[in-house]
């Protein structure tokens, strides 16, 4: 699988960058994987915390951001893994040579719904226009 110049091998268990390899720990691997199979749609932090860590109560964790965080750190590539802001993440096509601040772009330090400016809004039609989901949200912040 591919993303921009990212290369995933889930059967070999590697990441490219650039053609250089980039090591992962295990569950940042597995993020990145899991995002990688479906690379256009949206994952709810629910979903990726049950699936890589097999409990999606464990949301209120801070565990998958700072994973999140690594994999963008380590690729060197911020737009790889994009927030939904208030809603999860999705696998990004970063550019080469991406800028490597390492938020994703969405003004938070890459963790999740941290209050910063909107990378993407997620909205039930799928069509990231704010939706009523969405809004409820930020307004019972």
Known sequence: MRAGDVEVDPAGRTVMVAGAEVRLTRREFDVLAFLAVRPDEVHSREEIMDRIWGDAFLGASRSLDVHVAGIRAKTGRSGLVRTVRGYGYRLGRPASGDDGDGDGGDGDG???????????AWSPAGDGAPGAAHGEADRAR
Do not use: S
């Open 110 to 120: 890459g963790y999740g719904d941290g209050g910063g400016p909107r990378d993407e």
